[in-house]
């Protein structure tokens, strides 16, 4: 157990839809990382917080957003739904901004029928 | 070109044997260098870490790095079934800079 948490663990959904996936860091990690895993496009950083502030930015799409509150935990919001964003969604934390020393959750697997 | 390639196997060798899992990648400047194990419906976890070039050894885990090849190794000595994942490479230019993983290889040993 990494110490990472994330819920739901699964969602279904339909397209057009909006989801939001919560991530609670390890205690004392200031930084959250979320991912995307396909089978095509494997692991794909989205974004990184770290203390509340947004850090670094990767592949996320427009219609994706995040953000860490005071208490440190993440949301990704995901909106407008479509087929292509079914997928594995990871957070990750690390104590700052290591991304080496990143912990993974379990994931929350997103369905988008 | 893909800024770093795996291959996605599957790769399946007997139990007791020597792995030897491997990634190319085209940026010079990556300096940093990870193995993660995935196992199935489970979130990634952090094998093997090392900076810049040479070995890094860790119980029956090593990892290697040659940057003026562009070409990194994970080698697991007296492999298990437990050691059946899926293992992603992945690297970094700075500790600041974003990460970027390969697709994994799969591993399957065989009891």
């Known amino acids: 157990d990494s110490g990472v948490t994330q819920t739901p663990k699964h969602l279904i959904t339909a397209t057009g839809q909006r989801v939001t996936l919560r991530c609670s860091p390890r205690?004392?990690?200031?930084?959250v990382y979320w991912y995307q895993q396909s089978l095509d496009q494997g692991l794909q950083f989205l974004i990184q917080?770290?203390?509340?502030?947004?850090?670094a930015k990767g592949n996320i799409l427009e219609r994706f957003s995040a953000q860490q509150f005071p208490d440190l935990h993440s949301e990704l919001n995901l909106s407008s739904l479509e087929l292509g964003d079914s997928a594995l969604y990871f957070c990750a934390s690390s104590t700052q901004t290591g991304r080496e020393t990143q912990y993974f959750g379990p994931g929350t697997r997103l369905l988008v029928l | 070109q893909k800024e770093v390639e795996q291959d996605p196997g599957p790769l399946s060798v007997p139990e007791g044997a020597i792995v030897s899992l491997n990634c190319t990648y085209s940026n010079s400047a990556f300096q940093y260098f990870m193995w993660y194990r995935q196992y199935s419906r489970k979130g990634p976890e952090l094998l093997m870490y090392t900076y810049s070039s040479g070995n890094k050894e860790d119980g029956r885990f090593t990892a290697q790095v040659d940057k003026s090849s562009k070409y990194i190794s994970l080698f697991i000595r007296d492999s298990q079934p437990s050691d059946s994942a899926t293992y992603l490479c992945a690297m970094s230019a700075s500790r600041d800079d974003k990460i970027i993983f390969g697709k994994g290889t799969r591993l399957h040993i065989l009891p």
């Open positions: 917080y770290y203390n509340g502030e947004e850090r």
């Open positions: 205690s004392g990690d200031l930084s």
